[in-house]
């Protein structure tokens, strides 16, 4: 079992900044894709950034420029970094660990923080 624990998010005004992470705990050694997931009122979860053990990241084309994900392997550890932030950007922001290269059903999420761009 894989705890994740979120922290970060809040209310900034558009062109702002804001910082995410996520930290992994439980009986894993080390978890092979770590990301951010949003969810936004009324839309389907979508992918943000994702990055692996083998430094392989991800990113979705509306936050290219803007976010970078980072990872501290050895601690468990995924952050993400928001410049830029634009209305659009507002919703809930889920970490997600896949533990497991070739084990796609296997996930774990956190609770979700909640990100709001507004002025």
């Known amino acids: 079992q894989v705890q994740l624990v979120e922290s970060g998010g809040g209310l900034v005004q558009p062109g702002g900044s804001l910082r995410l992470s996520c930290a992994a705990s439980?009986?894993?050694?080390?978890?092979?894709?770590m990301g951010w997931y949003r969810q936004a009122p009324g839309k389907q979860r979508e992918l943000v950034a994702t990055t692996t053990t083998t430094t392989h990241t991800d990113y979705a084309d509306s936050v290219k420029g803007r976010f970078t994900i980072s990872r501290d392997n050895a601690k468990n550890t995924v952050s993400l970094q928001m410049n830029s932030l634009k209305p659009e950007d507002t919703g809930v922001y889920y970490c997600?660990?896949?533990?497991?290269?070739?084990?796609?059903?296997?996930?774990?999420w956190g609770q979700g923080t909640q990100v709001t761009v507004s002025s």
């Open positions: 997600r660990a896949r533990p497991y290269r070739l084990d796609l059903s296997t996930l774990y």
């Open positions: 439980g009986n894993i050694a080390g978890i092979y894709s």
